[in-house]
């Protein structure tokens, strides 16, 4: 069975542009979960999506957001990309409906905002 | 405030001991407990699961307790390899559609 799958494995853009990461979750998941990691703040949930829909958020501001497909794979889009958004991005999918089972996370996108 | 801790950032361990690893946690009534480990640049990979009624759970050289009385569960490696070297994070279940919360992990070195 193949894994969680995020694409571009690493990613350089410049101060104000935007950026679109995509995840495609084991088949037969619905939930797909985004994290933020960095060194000092560790994982930092992003967004869940469900169903196609946005099951719950994390404190990040309006430049972060996504979305899930029909097929449940998910993309996550940043704009106005800061210096500080440099950092590990995650994907997780689970077959969890309502409480938490097993996470499965890709690989990552390594962005780098210079 | 909600927090969730594992005590020592870093740990250091001989090979064939036993390395255990603390995840503390305030104001929160987790019903699952979760263990990971991450290699470098890799994403987490699932190890356990515990629940709140369960005092502890085994997997080949695995053993986590969760005692909800101190808030607090135990990760315990025997017979610790180099190949255990990695960042181990705990993450709280803790209610009806809400996420995974994470702690920020402790890493392992074990040295041969």
């Known amino acids: 069975k193949a894994g969680v799958t995020q694409t571009p494995r690493y990613l350089i853009k410049t101060r104000g542009q935007q950026v679109t990461l995509s995840c495609s979750p084991i088949?037969?998941?619905?939930?797909v979960s985004w994290y933020q990691q960095t060194p000092g703040q560790g994982l930092q949930f992003l967004f869940e999506?469900?169903?196609?829909?946005?099951?719950n958020k994390g404190n990040f501001p309006g430049r972060f957001s996504g979305r899930q497909f029909s097929n449940s794979r998910s993309e996550m889009n940043v704009s106005t990309l800061e210096l500080g958004d440099s950092a590990l991005y995650l994907c997780?999918?689970?077959?969890?409906?309502?409480?938490?089972?097993?996470?499965?996370f890709g690989q990552g996108t390594r962005l780098t905002v210079v | 405030s909600q927090k969730i801790e594992q005590n020592s950032e870093a740990l250091n361990i001989q090979e064939g001991k036993t390395a255990t690893l603390t995840c503390n946690y305030t104001?929160?009534?987790?019903?699952?407990l979760q263990w990971y480990r991450q290699d470098p640049g890799r994403g987490p990979v699932f190890l356990l699961l515990?629940?709140?009624?369960?005092k502890e759970k085994r997997k080949e050289r695995l053993k986590v307790t969760f005692d909800t009385t101190l808030k607090q569960s135990l990760f315990h490696i025997t017979a610790s390899q180099p190949a255990d070297s990695a960042t181990y994070l705990c993450?709280?279940?803790?209610?009806?559609?809400?996420?995974?919360?994470f702690g920020k992990g402790t890493r392992l070195s074990v040295i041969a």
């Open positions: 088949s037969g998941h619905r939930s």
């Open positions: 104001n929160y009534s987790p019903a699952y």
């Open positions: 997780a999918s689970s077959r969890r409906t309502v409480m938490n089972t097993e996470a499965f």
């Open positions: 993450a709280l279940d803790v209610g009806r559609n809400t996420p995974l919360v």
């Open positions: 515990i629940r709140e009624n369960e």
């Open positions: 999506y469900f169903s196609e829909t946005q099951r």
